[in-house]
């Protein structure tokens, strides 16, 4: 296989699912998904981490995809050592080939057991075959597992890139220093329970693990890979398991979720949100948020910052989270 996005966008079994290089074993598992694993001979020493690295789960967001398969593609040319265990998941190729960010039900709503509470289809699907992939990848316990499902957001923000993290405290530098190196700007503390991928995998396989949010959600060919530079040559280091230097950690912001706006009903509408705020907008105290019916939402402290709003999920769904300022000893 010598490019893994174009095999994807074909939608066609590869000639060949599996092979080797003198880096690297890789076997093409099912579509979009590639298990690599580094050769004994390699030199490396000591206990190898698992790396889960996803993109791709809402198939319109295409510059992760593009920064994953590119280093995909070095790693089977041979161009790159691998020192990790490490699954490329392409989440939801039928979308991705759409152009769509889901055919169905968001795929990212339905991990955790979550597909169970929708109609069988093409992403319920999927989720169910993802878990079971997963699930066998990280059946080691003895080993460091971390887990980068990498995003970009539907609206602008003023933070272009940040992380939401399914746990409360991190149990790794390597996992805290590796976000950090990605030149993430902010991290959301977000440990409520719920079906996306990052949470799944923390809560059912005790993974470390961030959904990473970066830039907004552009065509295929018409992202600036400029703007994640930090974050492609973070990721080049978790696959080649070098350290992380010291110009590449940076200050970064800390939030954790004050609660999160469940759409309870069709009657859901934001009030002091405008069609255009970007994500981490800023409300005062007292402030209107949203109503459902007889249900409102208002800033209970004295700031708060609204992301991924969204008023036209479905009901039961999040239509958003507002979050408070946290402190970064709080993560570990």
């Known amino acids: 296989m010598k490019d893994f996005l174009q095999t994807t966008l074909q939608g066609q079994t590869p000639e060949a699912t599996s092979g080797d290089n003198a880096n690297l074993i890789w076997r093409w598992l099912t579509d979009g998904v590639l298990l690599l694993e580094p050769k004994i001979a390699s030199g490396i020493t000591g206990e190898i981490k698992s790396v889960l690295m996803s993109a791709g789960v809402h198939g319109n967001e295409t510059a992760p995809i593009e920064i994953l398969s590119r280093h995909v593609n070095r790693l089977l040319a041979g161009e790159m050592p691998l020192a990790v265990r490490l699954l490329v998941v392409l989440g939801n190729p039928k979308a991705i080939r759409a152009g769509v960010r889901y055919q169905t039900i968001d795929l990212n709503r339905l991990f955790n057991g979550h597909h169970r509470d929708y109609p069988v289809c093409d992403e319920t699907t999927r989720a169910v075959e993802l878990e079971n992939i997963v699930e066998d990848f990280f059946a080691d316990v003895g080993q460091e597992r971390f887990h ?22 991190l149990a790794s530098d390597d996992f805290l220093q590796g976000l950090i190196g990605m030149g993430l700007e902010a991290l959301v503390i977000n440990p409520i329970p719920g079906g996306t991928f990052s949470y799944y995998t923390h809560a059912v396989m005790q993974v470390q693990s961030c959904t990473l949010e970066l830039g907004k959600a552009r065509p295929f060919g018409e992202n600036d890979l400029t703007q994640f530079a930090a974050a492609d040559k973070a990721l080049g280091c ?28 069709d009657d859901f509408h ?63």
């Open 148 to 169: 980068f499902d990498l995003h970009t957001a539907i609206r602008e923000s003023f933070h272009i890139r940040f992380g939401l993290l399914p746990q409360k405290r």
């Open 238 to 265: 978790f696959i080649r398991g070098e350290t992380f230097s010291a110009d590449m950690l940076a200050p970064i912001k800390v939030y954790q979720v004050a609660r999160e706006l469940k759409k309870l009903s």
């Open 270 to 332: 934001f009030i002091d949100v405008s069609d255009d705020a970007k994500n981490f907008t800023s409300f005062a105290q007292g402030a209107l948020i949203a109503q459902d019916g007889d249900v409102t939402y208002r800033v209970e402290r004295a700031n708060e910052w609204l992301i991924f709003p969204n008023a036209g999920v479905k009901s039961g769904l999040r239509a958003g989270l507002m979050l408070a300022e946290a402190d970064l000893d709080a993560l570990m």
